[in-house]
């Protein structure tokens, strides 16, 4: 009876040390914020007027950090697979992705136009007094007068914002929060605590609300494939298809006019709400094939246990 393998007893640490590597990735995000803030400080160099540079320095930052955490993160873990997942994504995968991205965008947009229309029948109502806080918040414009925004600051921020910033918050919410919870949670309840994290983040109800939903839908694609890169592409897609190409529109970059504006605009919208279906049929896909696999990897669990038994 040699063979017979005893499951290890879980100690108290197996369960600590995921919380302590969540709250140390939230620290070192945070960290970064600050750190990037007093170096511009010291530089003299105003934050407001060129926000561009410091979202774009505040997220490397932070890449570096979290990256530089990951990598150590055996030091919370027994087992040599922690830390955030990333593989080499497949075509077939990408563009099932990149269909819940723009349904993504679809389910946000139709979430605002019910919050225009609320705070729209209920004038000086908490919800338009929130949606004001939220056009202040998100407007790049709301401290600093366009003319005084250089183009190579609006460069810098249109690149964080696009590609810097999710590549941060991907590593951060997916990959060292949401990873940890898969661990020792069922899916569904780690998805759901990691999604209230990243809305609670975002600061003001609004955007807690539609991040929250973001959360969820993007948790389940990392639940479902283990692999950053495709909520990294979500996460992309959704930040420049979201804002990012609007800025540069208004910004006077190309010149367009106001009814050709307008139809780009009514034309994303139209597709992005399309798209709405499609993004839960991928969903779907991802979820059968992650239900299959797992069934496979049980199969062979339950046939290396009886080989060792036999042993």
């Known amino acids: 009876?040699?063979?017979?393998?005893?499951k290890k007893k879980k100690r108290i640490g197996d369960y600590l040390f995921p919380l302590v590597s969540i709250a140390s990735a939230v620290t070192i995000f945070f960290a970064a914020q600050y750190a990037a803030a007093i170096l511009m400080f010291a530089l003299k160099i105003d934050s407001q007027k060129y926000e561009g540079a410091f979202v774009m320095l505040y997220n490397v930052l932070a890449i570096g950090g979290l990256v530089v955490f990951s990598s150590q993160s055996r030091f919370f873990y027994s087992d040599k697979n922690s830390g955030v997942h990333y593989k080499k994504p497949e075509m077939i995968k990408v563009i099932l992705v990149i269909m819940i991205a723009f349904g993504l965008l679809g389910l946000v947009h139709t979430y605002m136009v019910a919050a225009?229309?609320?705070?729209?029948?209920?004038?000086?109502?908490?919800v338009e007094q929130e949606l004001e806080k939220y056009s202040e918040a998100v407007d790049r414009y709301s401290e600093v007068e366009v003319e005084?925004?250089?183009?190579?600051?609006k460069i810098f921020y249109y690149v964080g914002v696009a590609?810097?910033?999710?590549?941060?918050?991907?590593?951060?919410?997916?990959?060292?929060?949401?990873?940890?919870?898969?661990?020792?949670?069922?899916?569904?309840?780690?998805?759901?605590?990691?999604?209230?994290?990243?809305?609670?983040?975002?600061?003001?109800?609004?955007?807690?609300?539609?991040?929250?939903?973001?959360?969820?839908?993007?948790?389940?694609?990392?639940?479902?494939?283990?692999?950053?890169?495709?909520?990294?592409?979500?996460?992309?897609?959704?930040?420049?298809?979201?804002?990012?190409?609007?800025?540069?529109l208004e910004d006077g970059w190309f010149t367009v006019s106001e009814n050709t504006m307008n139809a780009?605009?009514?034309?994303?919208?139209?597709?992005?709400f399309s798209m709405i279906i499609p993004c839960f049929?991928?969903?779907?896909?991802?979820?059968?094939?992650?239900?299959?696999?797992?069934?496979?990897?049980?199969?062979?669990?339950?046939?290396?246990?009886?080989?060792?038994?036999?042993?």
Do not use: W
Not at 148 to 153: F, I, L, P, Q, T
Not at 266 to 271: A, C, K, N, P, V
Not at 284 to 301: G, V
């Open 1 to 6: 009876m040699s063979g017979i393998t005893v």
């Open 116 to 126: 225009t229309t609320i705070a729209d029948h209920a004038k000086g109502g908490v």
């Open 148 to 153: 005084e925004v250089s183009k190579a600051d």
């Open 163 to 248: 590609f810097v910033v999710p590549l941060a918050e991907e590593l951060l919410f997916r990959g060292l929060i949401l990873g940890p919870l898969l661990k020792k949670y069922h899916g569904a309840l780690a998805v759901i605590i990691s999604a209230v994290i990243f809305g609670v983040m975002h600061g003001i109800s609004i955007h807690i609300g539609y991040a929250f939903m973001s959360g969820i839908i993007i948790g389940c694609v990392y639940c479902f494939t283990r692999n950053i890169a495709y909520t990294y592409i979500i996460h992309m897609i959704f930040n420049f298809f979201g804002s990012i190409i609007h800025m540069i």
């Open 264 to 272: 780009i605009y009514s034309y994303s919208y139209l597709f992005q």
């Open 281 to 311: 049929v991928a969903l779907f896909i991802f979820y059968a094939r992650y239900k299959k696999q797992r069934q496979l990897e049980k199969k062979q669990e339950e046939s290396e246990e009886k080989e060792t038994i036999e042993a």
